[in-house]
């Protein structure tokens, strides 16, 4: 599978069909006073690939934690299969895949077993899963490494063993927490080829991620969460139209410091943004507002002209300051 | 925002006792030591190299000693003690070090708790396990007492029921202060609990050594409670403290479960 392929799909109109698969109205995680998230409404429907995004603390986790009925909710209410996870946990948690963000496979079984003993929990037939783990071993391209201990395993192999793990009991909803933090770019892009294949085999996709390309990649909606809230949702390419310009023009001034141009570029964009090293200009005609530059007799030492990206949308809502 | 009192997910003291899940726990462990059988084989000999160097070696020395009424040889009288400690030992080990490593090192459980298994599959699991592990070497124990005639009476059936429940003592005991645990250093404290116990609970010799206040101490103990019973069924020296020492046993190894199953809540469920 070209990955351009599932970059053209995520334009596709979000499936709406059919019951939710995740509704949340209200949600809050407390721990004691700090409020992880703050009254969150969101609702995922079958089929469809919903990402959370959003920087380090932001509450994606929690929030996952939480429809993977692995965290009590403090308030609000949650819907998962449509049932209610406080209540009815083992028989959501029988229905879904979870792939955590930390491996958390069975350090003291091989291969194969991870996933014969994984499926065991589920309460399948042996025979079944045996027959399911070849087929999964197969799919992550893990086959010749079956009888192997999973410490021998690099850090791409091991996360596809985790997304194997997660499938063995063949989830209607499958939720990724950072699937592909810390993975070099060839793992990386062998990894959204198996999500897009999953995603095109219905399953509902519900992924955490910091990385805009995998939203873009992966995700039909998104949730961009900031402190515990939704800053915006809806499909990548409407977010970067409501919340960024078609295209951004970068501007370097070398020597110069950036601030002393800012004042001269005033009103030439929709938006403009001084930084310590660069001037960004929001247009939705990145030529013509260059041109305007030149002729107003300014001389960057380097001009760029890009399409809008999640990412600007991303700092926009959630600020460039570093959260820790 | 409201606050609403959360309900602690699947813990309810009903089901603490009697999930089916819990077995898939056990096939777990089950898959793990077909490959390591070994580890699983080499548990059987701790207790018979004791029996053969403090039994056999000292019996000479030491001579006969009085079980209830009953005159026995001295390593008639420890195998018992032996067989108490052994049980002891072989739950411990799979509750303490392996949970441990589970726990905070592999991850084990966050993996298990997303599926339809919970915090108390996992403890009744862990503790089943480490009965069954603990069992068989008990069981094996208890037939080479028979084969070198240290079983003094036909008692001696109840002798393994006692050492699953030693096990089960000391199973949940072991994987509640697991659950306290913050590093491989803390087992130092686990180390510093039983190996005084190991040797002053009336294993190698009777309480009728210590001053009063001390018999009290160390009539106290969970291996005193457990050796007691284990002498009192072997010799066939039956009495209504047999029952007392059970009893003693059931409730701390049910209190170890409760504690363990909240406590995995608590950490792995936040």
């Known amino acids: 599978m070209d990955p351009s392929d599932a970059f053209g799909a995520t334009s596709r109109v979000p499936a709406a069909d059919g019951e939710p698969l995740v509704v949340a109205s209200g949600l809050v995680k407390r721990f004691g006073e700090f409020v992880a998230v703050d009254g969150v409404d969101f609702s995922i429907g079958r089929g469809e690939s919903y990402g959370f995004l959003g920087p380090n603390g932001a509450g994606k986790t929690s929030t996952m934690r939480m429809i993977a009925c692995m965290s009590p909710v403090s308030a609000g209410t949650l819907r998962v299969l449509g049932r209610d996870p406080d209540r009815d946990g083992p028989e959501i948690r029988s229905r879904i895949g979870v792939v955590p963000q930390e491996d958390t496979l069975d350090l003291e079984l091989t291969v194969l077993d991870n996933l014969l003993v994984y499926g065991r929990y589920f309460d399948l037939p042996r025979r079944v899963i045996r027959e399911r783990a070849e087929e999964l071993l197969d799919f992550v391209q893990l086959t010749e490494r079956a009888r192997d201990r999973v410490e021998s395993l690099s850090g791409g192999m091991k996360r596809r063993l985790t997304i194997a793990r997660s499938l063995v009991s063949d989830p209607e909803l499958l939720i990724l927490d950072e699937p592909t933090t810390g993975l070099d770019p060839q793992a990386r892009h062998l990894l959204w080829d198996r999500l897009y294949r999953l995603r095109r085999r219905g399953v509902t996709l519900v992924i955490t991620t910091h990385y805009m390309d995998e939203a873009e990649q992966l995700c039909e909606r998104l949730a961009v969460m900031d402190r515990g809230r939704f800053a915006a949702e809806g499909a990548p390419r409407d977010l970067i139209a409501k919340y960024s310009t078609r295209e951004v023009v970068e501007l370097r001034f070398g020597a110069t410091e950036p601030a002393g141009v800012a004042a001269a570029l005033e009103g030439l964009a929709q938006r403009r943004e001084v930084l310590p090293d660069r001037v960004l200009l929001y247009s939705d005609d990145g030529d013509a507002t260059l041109g305007e530059v030149h002729r107003l007799g300014l001389t960057p030492e380097s001009t760029l002209v890009r399409r809008s990206s999640l990412e600007d949308v991303f700092l926009h809502l959630t600020g460039r300051t570093l959260v820790e | ?270």
């Not at chain 2, 392996?98 to 997303?114: E, H, P």
Request: hydrophobic share 55%; aromatic share 12%.
């Open chain 2, 1 to 270: 925002m409201t606050a609403t009192v959360t309900t602690p997910l699947r813990i309810t003291p009903l089901s603490i006792l009697g999930s089916r899940r819990a077995l898939r726990l056990i096939e777990r462990n089950i898959y793990v030591y077909r490959r390591s059988w070994i580890i699983f084989v080499s548990g059987f000999f701790e207790p018979f190299f004791y029996l053969l160097s403090i039994g056999v070696g000292l019996n000479k020395l030491v001579g006969a000693l009085h079980i209830g009424n009953r005159l026995v040889a001295y390593t008639a009288y420890v195998a018992p003690g032996l067989l108490a400690s052994s049980a002891m030992n072989g739950a411990l080990f799979d509750a303490t070090f392996n949970m441990f490593f589970r726990l905070k090192i592999a991850k084990t459980y966050d993996a298990i708790l997303s599926t339809p298994l919970g915090p108390n599959d996992v403890a009744l699991g862990e503790l089943g396990w480490s009965l069954i592990r603990g069992s068989t070497y008990s069981g094996v124990f208890i037939v080479v007492m028979a084969l070198f005639g240290y079983v003094l009476s036909p008692w001696a059936i109840l002798c393994l029921p006692a050492a699953v429940l030693i096990g089960f003592a000391f199973a949940g005991v072991g994987l509640a202060a697991t659950s306290f645990m913050r590093t491989w250093q803390d087992f130092d404290k686990v180390s510093l609990a039983i190996i005084p116990m190991f040797l002053f609970s009336a294993t190698f010799y009777p309480l009728s050594v210590y001053p009063g206040w001390l018999q009290l101490v160390v009539r106290a103990t969970p291996l005193y409670q457990a050796v007691a019973l284990e002498r009192g069924l072997d010799a066939g020296a039956l009495s209504a403290s047999l029952v007392g020492h059970a009893a003693y046993l059931a409730v701390l190894g049910l209190a170890g479960l409760v504690v363990t199953s909240r406590r995995l809540a608590r950490l792995l469920l936040p």
